[in-house]
């Protein structure tokens, strides 16, 4: 079984963006684990029975539906509680909870940027693949350069599936993905790019990378 490798973020605040250029809100985030690199290919078929035919590569056409299903399966697997329970397509979250899940949109920024107060934490084409690379499909994890959280990927390859509705105020329920693709323009992958679609769609530029920490300690 291919292990989920972890590490974890210390607690700290961060400028969160906005891609639309307007002005920035100071946020504060409580320590949490996160994934290094986005959940595989082999990883997403250990745990959930599907296909993987580039074990190595993001796993993609994950709906958010899925992520929150695979979140729950890693649980189980290492013994912890799931975090989310399900009625219907109505998903609850267990704030208390410490097995595996999404991170929120705050948790995934201050990640990403790892300090950084730019748009992205460093050059793009040495950390993140786009279109600028010409490539028809994700690549293998962790083959450019990391943040100083030593995370890969978070820019390019694959946008990431977060726990957050797009519009948090209004009725519709789509969810957020952050970070940029391998299909999106290097000016549009960076730190503040989120994106929405609903629970049920897939994508092929789009994967999910888990966090684990419960909601209680944060503040």
Do not use: K
Request: hydrophobic fraction near 35%.
């Amino acid at each position: 079984m291919s292990d989920v490798e972890m590490t974890r973020i210390p607690a700290g605040t961060v400028l969160r963006g906005d891609q639309r250029g307007g002005e920035r809100r100071e946020i504060t985030v409580a320590d949490f684990e996160i994934g290094v690199y986005p959940i595989t290919e082999e990883q997403l078929a250990e745990h959930l029975g599907v296909a993987a035919r580039h074990p190595r590569r993001p796993a993609v056409e994950v709906s958010w539906f899925r992520a929150i299903r695979l979140c729950n399966a890693l649980s189980e697997w290492e013994g912890l509680d799931p975090v989310y329970s399900f009625d219907g397509e109505v998903v609850d979250w267990d704030a208390e909870g410490d097995g595996f899940r999404l991170p929120t949109e705050d948790e995934w920024e201050y990640a990403c940027r790892a300090g950084a107060t730019g748009s992205t934490y460093g050059h793009i084409r040495e950390i993140g693949w786009t279109a600028a690379d010409r490539l028809g499909s994700p690549v293998d994890v962790g083959l450019r350069l990391p943040n100083l959280h030593s995370l890969f990927d978070t820019l390019g390859n694959v946008s990431e599936w977060c726990w957050d509705r797009f519009d948090p105020e209004g009725a519709s329920e789509t969810r957020t993905f952050r970070g940029g693709g391998w299909a999106d323009s290097a000016a549009q992958v960076r730190a503040a790019t989120r994106r929405a679609g609903r629970p049920r769609d897939a994508y092929d530029d789009v994967g999910v990378r888990v966090a684990r920490g419960a909601l209680s300690r944060r503040s």
